[in-house]
């Protein structure tokens, strides 16, 4: 069952706002004056993070640390480029591990992870696209994610934590790939109605 | 033009989340090279990420890591972006696997009368495959289902079937009883970049094209 979320619920997590206030800040400091203090900040809040996202499927501890250590060095190396409109810091931080972890998993030249934003051209960005970064620090997806049934979230984990295609998924829990798929449209759903009501 | 027909949610997540095997994966990324508003939705399922990693428990980083990182910050150039390549009718996804910069360039093999194919080479471990597929004016392609998965763009020229009108940048991202019978327009050769799973339970993807032809 879908939990209904009326507006009363959605209560503007001042926390998350402050803490990516500050990791902005920190950003904004490494990417202008490459202030190694801010970094060391940084990487005492992210890495233990990331050594958890890094440490699946067979990884080992070594090789997960070195992933660390290579995405705070492109955290450090590309702060120039994070832009607050597309999506918090947190994000940021999350979407350079994942193209990390797919480029020494395939190992080719030829299929790098590109960025998205190189296909962004001015004139097209959409409105609501601007303000996701503003309604992540709102707290409005973290509250989605907390709102969806547990069957839904569990899928949406095993994807974005354990690294799992949907076939996998799909023989992990012995359901249906076509199950699988609809969790994760009814998940991205839910998620959509929540942005949306704050557009 | 903007797109009309988009990836489905679940690819958008998947490929949020990096999962998708590598040649439905060149096919998205073709089609978010053209599409502002799959862009979008694939930043909105990479918020989804971001809560994920914050949500994570802590690992222990050593102090040797922490060490390390930071004193190879000296060492670290910043990043620029790639310059971009030359402008192309073909997605940036494709020309870096194909090393080709234009369709004419494209080595197509016949399989059928009015039927042309050409591999797209992937790593090993990639599990899906993927082609291009050249289509003849006003040609009708046999109907079909998905055996499999199936995800087709359009690069030139355009389809219809009872889904509407197919042409550049659109995607149909089907499941895989959808069963459906394309026909080409006239005028215009259709090529199209199709990512489907290899095939060993179904029938490959040419065998099922070149059956009302060849009759197997
Ligand atoms: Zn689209």
Redesign the pocket.
């Known amino acids: 069952m879908l939990a209904a979320m009326d507006q009363s619920d959605m209560q503007i997590d001042r926390e998350k706002q402050k803490q990516e206030a500050h990791f902005r800040n920190l950003m904004k400091r490494v990417a202008q004056s490459h202030d190694r203090q801010a970094f060391a900040v940084f990487f005492d809040h992210f890495a233990p993070r990331l050594k958890s996202f890094m440490m699946r499927k067979n990884v080992s501890a070594e090789l997960a640390e070195d992933l660390v250590q290579d995405a705070m060095i492109a955290v450090w190396r590309k702060a120039g480029l994070y832009e607050p409109s597309k999506g918090s810091v947190t994000t940021w931080v999350f979407t350079i591990a994942r193209n990390l972890r797919i480029d020494r998993i395939r190992r080719d030249v030829h299929m790098p992870m590109t960025e998205l934003g190189t296909y962004d051209e001015p004139s097209d960005a959409p409105e609501g696209e601007e303000l996701l970064g503003r309604k992540q620090e709102d707290g409005l997806v973290a509250q989605a994610l907390k709102s969806i049934p547990d069957e839904q979230r569990q899928v949406l984990l095993l994807s974005f934590v354990e690294d799992m295609p949907q076939s996998e998924i799909a023989q992990k829990l012995a359901i249906p790939l076509g199950t699988v798929k609809s969790r994760m449209r009814l998940a991205y759903g839910h998620l959509r109605r929540i942005l949306e009501t704050r557009s | 033009m903007?797109?009309a027909?988009?990836?489905d949610d679940s690819t958008v997540l998947s490929f949020a989340a990096g999962t998708l095997d590598d040649a439905f994966s060149v096919v998205a990324e073709a089609?978010?090279s053209?599409?502002?508003?799959?862009?979008a939705?694939v930043r909105e399922a990479e918020a989804l990420g971001g809560e994920v990693l914050d949500a994570l428990e802590e690992g222990s980083v050593s102090d040797a890591c922490r060490a390390k990182t930071i004193a190879a910050l000296d060492q670290a150039t910043l990043y620029r972006l790639p310059v971009a390549p030359p402008r192309s009718d073909l997605p940036p996804a494709l020309v870096r696997l194909l090393d080709i910069s234009s369709f004419e360039d494209i080595a197509w093999k016949k399989k059928a009368p009015g039927v042309a194919m050409c591999d797209v080479k992937l790593p090993a471990y990639a599990k899906g495959k993927l082609k291009l597929l050249r289509i003849s004016a006003g040609r009708a392609m046999p109907e079909h289902g998905h055996g499999g998965e199936e995800i087709t763009l359009v690069l030139k020229g355009a389809y219809h079937d009872h889904m509407g009108v197919f042409a550049r940048?659109d995607?149909a991202d089907l499941d895989e009883d959808i069963e459906h019978q394309p026909v080409v327009g006239p005028g215009e050769d259709c090529i199209c970049l199709v990512a489907t799973e290899k095939p060993t339970r179904f029938k490959s993807l040419a065998a099922r094209l070149m059956q009302p032809f060849v009759g197997i």
């Not at chain 2, 053209?34 to 862009?39: K, L, N, S, V």
């Open positions: 903007k797109p027909h988009h990836l089609h978010l053209m599409c502002p508003a799959c862009r939705a940048g995607v």
